[in-house]
């Protein structure tokens, strides 16, 4: 729990008046804080995957003479480094999303669209796993915010979707309004999540099983990034779950105005 640090300037200013300056380093210090501590977990997360490959790089060479064995690390080596560029990226996504707590120029973003390009760049995951990915959207949603963004967002939460749930199960992608929200939801038949882990699973770097996350070429981000990219939106995400039942992950978006500002209307077709 970070305490209210306040720093209080006294300066006479004549000699019947003081002024009192009190600013707030309440704040300040708390950036500081999380700044150190991503730094701290970003060195940690990364030698994992670099040490792999420095040993990796080391029986290549011992196993010179065994093609086979040479074959077998060298794959290796292109797992880690693949999973080491993912790794990277999120830490770039994540520490700008860190760092500005509102959205660089904010445009009329199709729901439904984001939503589909989405589930396109994880179509091909899903299905080499088994797993059939269903899309239901309401035609008309619109949020004021970041395209990019926000696919990056519902693309993590369906490909943890694929990657914690079973060969032969169904994951779903809705897309609907509740009064003033937009809601995006991903349900899935995994694993679930146990209730005392369901809140700290959007802490960066935080996994209910660090093997399995490895396994499945997880960085730990994916969640926390969600959640950035919500709050920068002024949203929110939530996530519900039962173990060995499944879990939704639902994404709450302030609806945009039915007039879009001035400035971000979309030129009529003629
Ligand atoms: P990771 O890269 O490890 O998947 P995330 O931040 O995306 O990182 O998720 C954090 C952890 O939350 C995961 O390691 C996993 O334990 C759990 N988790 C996330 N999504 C699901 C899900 N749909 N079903 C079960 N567990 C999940």
Redesign the pocket.
Known sequence: QASTVMRVRVAPIAVSHVLILAEDHTQARRVEEVRRDFVANVSHELKTPVGGISLLAEAVLDARDDPDAVERFAERILVESTRLTRLVKEIVDLSRLQVADTLHEPVIVDVRAVAAEAVDRVRVAAEAHGIQLTLVGEEGLRVFGDAELLTTAIA?LVT??V???GSGTHVGIGARRNGDSIEVSVT?Q????PAAEQER?FERF????AA??RA?G???????IVKHVCANHGGRVSVW?QEGRG?T?TMTLPAAADRPRVGTEQPHPQ
Do not use: H, P, Q
């Open positions: 993590n943890n979707a990657n914690y749930s899935d995994g694993e679930g999540i699973i935080y996994r209910v099983d399995r996350s499945t997880g960085t730990g981000l994916g969640l926390a779950s879990s992950f």
